[in-house]
Every structure is written in structure tokens, then in C-alpha cells.
């Protein structure tokens, strides 16, 4: 995207932006429609929210000085973007159906919503932007794959930690480096038991939902996002949860190598997180065996070796996420996308006793949390994909710390979501 400045100078100029409807006006979509504002050659048409509250409220917090319609009917709606007005709706399919909009950015947070806001865009020949991690890791291969057959491009956005982090791994693998871990530094401490209680008071001195936070705290956040990076680029967690060492950024390239190297790892080749003062960086650690190489990484200061550290000290969540709708777009790429099949499943781990009876509450809740593991020890023991939790109905006690498994719930045969991931699942054993 050398010129993609350029290139959205030329679409405003000639007065065909491309046109975004956005999928969720909370922190995230917010962000969205203050950051569009500030660049050309693109504009969000349409925003879609619960309530017509949710959708004013993003408007005026990110100051949208747009002519604003608000209606849930396609025709009104459509005559209203025609006429170079914006649309705010309670009705999603909006988003996906009107004709003159490209690209749908999901920033709900909920992998039914995702499933459904995809699909539907797939039908109508929309680019899709994934803000939706935990929709990705349970059924983002399906989606790529229906989106390539539609002739449309599905894609997480940029911005967020995995993305932040494939840039340095595509970077690393075009220069012909091994790639021995890629990962993050974690944002918040680690309580894997971490509830919307504990947190309440914290959450809202930060002005965050406090579910949203607990997500954060308790490790499932981290744990999806590498799922993400892992069935992006075939790296694997080496343990199950993966370390998440305190280390500083200093130590990263000493800590994540082989342990026969004084590191923590059994394998190269893995993603993992640290916690220390990382964050809100990314990394990568390469290494090479070119011995012309590796003095001119010395005269580089990059280190003596064997290990060397790809390290970017920034990632501006959704402010970069218009990006990827452009990207979409303009080049017909994507700015990260899921392998054809799960490297590795995120999975849903009790955080208290759970008794036979109860229904599974959402993410950053007080059932359970996430953790990562490879995608075929999952389906060889039957652990619940994390995506899937929701809703579901226990049918016997699981005590705290057990992974959760099909066996133990019952799930609604209504959910798109499990529909689309029971076909996801045919694809890797047909």
C-alpha cells in the first residue's frame, strides 16, 4: 500500500469514495467514525447499532458533522445515500444489502453477530473488515473461503495486535528469515479469574464496559488474538495457554528461543505473550544461519545472535482500521486472513465450579475464560471452541480449571455460528 495516500486522493477527487457501513458504534466503531472523518477518499455511510441512542451518541462523540437519516427501511435508507446523506439504523441487514456500500466493518464483539453480518455480506458481494477476533478463531477459514468464492475479500483489521504482528512476520518471511516466536506484550496484568465484579470499579474509571475489561484481564483477549495469529501463519502455541513469561523487552530474544539456547521454548516456530514493558508493542524472533548475514546484523546493532528481535512499539487498534477497508478495495487484498483450516482452537476453560443446569453466560463473564491450544488435540478430545460457549447449557458439573467440552453442553441448533463451524469442520475431515 506504497501509494494508498495517492490513490485516496484520486477517489475524493473524483467524488467516488469508497463507502463503509460500520457494524457496532461502541468504543471501537466510535473510533472508527472519528478517525474516517480525518482522511479522504472514504467515508462511513452507514451505522448500525442495538438502539437509535448507541448510533446518535457515536455520531456526536466523534463529532460526525454528517446529514444523518435515521430508518430501518432499505428503500428510505437507500435514497438517503444516494443523496450523499449518512444512515443510522437498528437494522443490520442495511449494512450488508444496500447496493452502493463496499465494505462492512464488524466491530460487535459477538461471534453470532459475526457469523450472521458476514454471511450476509458474502451474499450481497461485500468486502468484509473482522474486527470480530472471537468470530475469526471459531470460524474465520469458512468465511475466507466463502468469501474468495463470492469474489470479495475477508479480512481482520488492521490495527489490532495480530495484524500489528503479521506485518513484522510477513516482513521476516520475505527477507527469508526462521521465524522462532511471534507475540505480544500483555495490556492489562493476569487474574484468570478476573469477573466483571472484581473489575466494576477499575472499568469505570476507564470508561470501559466491565465485561470488556474482564476479557482483557483474564487472558481470553491474549489467547484469542494469537489463536488468530497461529491460523494465520501455521505458527503454533508450544504449550497449551502458551508461557506468558514476565520478561522485559530487553529479554524477549534470550527468553523466547530454544531452551538448549537458555529459553523457555521446546520448538521454534511458536506464538506466545509476555508480560513486562512490552506492551502495547508486538515482536517477532528471527534468527538465520548466513554468516555474511549475521555479521551485518552485528555492524546493525541488532546483537550477536543467534536470535534477533523484530519489534514494533505501537499498535492503534481502530484507528488503523480504515485501512483494511482501503486495502479491500484498492488493492483486493487483505490485511490478515485465517489459512484454510484452525492451526490452533481457542477453547473455553471453567473459571468456578459449574453445575449440570446452567446456561454459559458471554466473554469477560463469570463461567469461564479462554485458552489456546492446537486445533487437533481439541478435536481429538472434543473441547469446546471458546466462540461456542455462549448460551450453551451445561449437562454435568465442571469443576474450575477443567476445559469444557462437547460432552458437557448442550448448544442451540439455531445458531448460524455452529452451523457455519460444523461445515468448517467438514472441510478438514472430508
Given at each position: 500500500m506504497n501509494a494508498v495516500d495517492e490513490k485516496l486522493r484520486a477517489l475524493q477527487q473524483a467524488g467516488t469514495p469508497i463507502e463503509v457501513a460500520l457494524v457496532g458504534a461502541g468504543q471501537m466503531g466510535t473510533d472508527i467514525l472519528a478517525q474516517v472523518q480525518e482522511m479522504v477518499g472514504i467515508r462511513v455511510s452507514v451505522v448500525v447499532d442495538i438502539s437509535w441512542e448507541r448510533v446518535e451518541t457515536a455520531l456526536n462523540v466523534s463529532e460526525c458533522q454528517a446529514d444523518v437519516v435515521y430508518t430501518d427501511e432499505l428503500e428510505e435508507a437507500d435514497r438517503a445515500l444516494r443523496a450523499g446523506k449518512m444512515v443510522g439504523t437498528t437494522n443490520a441487514q442495511l449494512a450488508t444489502s444496500l447496493p452502493s456500500i463496499q465494505v462492512v466493518i464488524d466491530a460487535t464483539g459477538s461471534p453470532e453477530m459475526g457469523a450472521r453480518i458476514s454471511w450476509n455480506a458474502i451474499k450481497h458481494k461485500k468486502h468484509i473488515v473482522m474486527m470480530n477476533v472471537e468470530c475469526d478463531v471459531t470460524i474465520g477459514p469458512i468465511l475466507s473461503q466463502m468469501a474468495r468464492n463470492a469474489?470479495?475479500?475477508?479480512?481482520?483489521?488492521?490495527?489490532?495486535?495480530?495484524?500489528?504482528?503479521?506485518?513484522?512476520?510477513?516482513?521476516?518471511?520475505?527477507?527469508?528469515?526462521?521465524?522462532?516466536?511471534?507475540?505480544?506484550?500483555?495490556?492489562?496484568?493476569?487474574?484468570?479469574y478476573a469477573t466483571p465484579d472484581s473489575l466494576r470499579d477499575k472499568a469505570l474509571v476507564r470508561g470501559m464496559n466491565p465485561h470488556m475489561l474482564a476479557e482483557f484481564v483474564d487472558g481470553t483477549k491474549t489467547m484469542v488474538e494469537m489463536a488468530a495469529v497461529s491460523n494465520a501463519t501455521g505458527l503454533v502455541p508450544d504449550v497449551r495457554g502458551m508461557h506468558g513469561p514476565r520478561c522485559n523487552l530487553e529479554d524477549l530474544k534470550s527468553v523466547f528461543c530454544l531452551k538448549e539456547q537458555g529459553g523457555i521454548l521446546n520448538k521454534a516456530g511458536v506464538v506466545d505473550y509476555a508480560i513486562g514493558d512490552i506492551n502495547p508493542g508486538v515482536f517477532v524472533v528471527v534468527t538465520t544461519k548466513h554468516p555474511r548475514l549475521i555479521s551485518s546484523l552485528v555492524q546493525r546493532d541488532m546483537g550477536t545472535g543467534p536470535n534477533y528481535l523484530l519489534f514494533r512499539p505501537y499498535h492503534l487498534c481502530s484507528i488503523e482500521t480504515p485501512l483494511t477497508a482501503v486495502q479491500a478495495v484498492i488493492y483486493s487484498e487483505a490485511t490478515m486472513q485465517p489459512l484454510g483450516h484452525l492451526t490452533s482452537e481457542c477453547i473455553a476453560v471453567a473459571k468456578r465450579d459449574l453445575k449440570a443446569g446452567e446456561v454459559l453466560d458471554g466473554l469477560g463473564g463469570y463461567c469461564y475464560r479462554g485458552s489456546i491450544e492446537l486445533a487437533e488435540v481439541a478435536r481429538r478430545d472434543?473441547?469446546?471452541?471458546?466462540?461456542?460457549?455462549?448460551?450453551?447449557?451445561?449437562?454435568?458439573?465442571?469443576?474450575?480449571?477443567?476445559?469444557?467440552?462437547?460432552?458437557?453442553?448442550?448448544?442451540?441448533?439455531?445458531?448460524?455460528?455452529?452451523?457455519?463451524?460444523?461445515?468448517?469442520?467438514?472441510?478438514v475431515t472430508v
Amino acid at each position: 500500500m506504497n501509494a494508498v495516500d495517492e490513490k485516496l486522493r484520486a477517489l475524493q477527487q473524483a467524488g467516488t469514495p469508497i463507502e463503509v457501513a460500520l457494524v457496532g458504534a461502541g468504543q471501537m466503531g466510535t473510533d472508527i467514525l472519528a478517525q474516517v472523518q480525518e482522511m479522504v477518499g472514504i467515508r462511513v455511510s452507514v451505522v448500525v447499532d442495538i438502539s437509535w441512542e448507541r448510533v446518535e451518541t457515536a455520531l456526536n462523540v466523534s463529532e460526525c458533522q454528517a446529514d444523518v437519516v435515521y430508518t430501518d427501511e432499505l428503500e428510505e435508507a437507500d435514497r438517503a445515500l444516494r443523496a450523499g446523506k449518512m444512515v443510522g439504523t437498528t437494522n443490520a441487514q442495511l449494512a450488508t444489502s444496500l447496493p452502493s456500500i463496499q465494505v462492512v466493518i464488524d466491530a460487535t464483539g459477538s461471534p453470532e453477530m459475526g457469523a450472521r453480518i458476514s454471511w450476509n455480506a458474502i451474499k450481497h458481494k461485500k468486502h468484509i473488515v473482522m474486527m470480530n477476533v472471537e468470530c475469526d478463531v471459531t470460524i474465520g477459514p469458512i468465511l475466507s473461503q466463502m468469501a474468495r468464492n463470492a469474489g470479495v475479500i475477508y479480512s481482520l483489521a488492521a490495527g489490532d495486535e495480530p495484524a500489528a504482528i503479521m506485518d513484522i512476520y510477513r516482513f521476516a518471511k520475505a527477507l527469508g528469515f526462521e521465524v522462532i516466536a511471534a507475540g505480544k506484550g500483555k495490556n492489562n496484568p493476569l487474574d484468570i479469574y478476573a469477573t466483571p465484579d472484581s473489575l466494576r470499579d477499575k472499568a469505570l474509571v476507564r470508561g470501559m464496559n466491565p465485561h470488556m475489561l474482564a476479557e482483557f484481564v483474564d487472558g481470553t483477549k491474549t489467547m484469542v488474538e494469537m489463536a488468530a495469529v497461529s491460523n494465520a501463519t501455521g505458527l503454533v502455541p508450544d504449550v497449551r495457554g502458551m508461557h506468558g513469561p514476565r520478561c522485559n523487552l530487553e529479554d524477549l530474544k534470550s527468553v523466547f528461543c530454544l531452551k538448549e539456547q537458555g529459553g523457555i521454548l521446546n520448538k521454534a516456530g511458536v506464538v506466545d505473550y509476555a508480560i513486562g514493558d512490552i506492551n502495547p508493542g508486538v515482536f517477532v524472533v528471527v534468527t538465520t544461519k548466513h554468516p555474511r548475514l549475521i555479521s551485518s546484523l552485528v555492524q546493525r546493532d541488532m546483537g550477536t545472535g543467534p536470535n534477533y528481535l523484530l519489534f514494533r512499539p505501537y499498535h492503534l487498534c481502530s484507528i488503523e482500521t480504515p485501512l483494511t477497508a482501503v486495502q479491500a478495495v484498492i488493492y483486493s487484498e487483505a490485511t490478515m486472513q485465517p489459512l484454510g483450516h484452525l492451526t490452533s482452537e481457542c477453547i473455553a476453560v471453567a473459571k468456578r465450579d459449574l453445575k449440570a443446569g446452567e446456561v454459559l453466560d458471554g466473554l469477560g463473564g463469570y463461567c469461564y475464560r479462554g485458552s489456546i491450544e492446537l486445533a487437533e488435540v481439541a478435536r481429538r478430545d472434543k473441547l469446546l471452541p471458546l466462540g461456542l460457549a455462549k448460551g450453551a447449557v451445561l449437562t454435568r458439573d465442571v469443576g474450575i480449571d477443567e476445559v469444557i467440552t462437547y460432552d458437557d453442553v448442550r448448544l442451540d441448533g439455531d445458531s448460524l455460528l455452529l452451523h457455519l463451524r460444523r461445515l468448517q469442520d467438514q472441510m478438514v475431515t472430508v
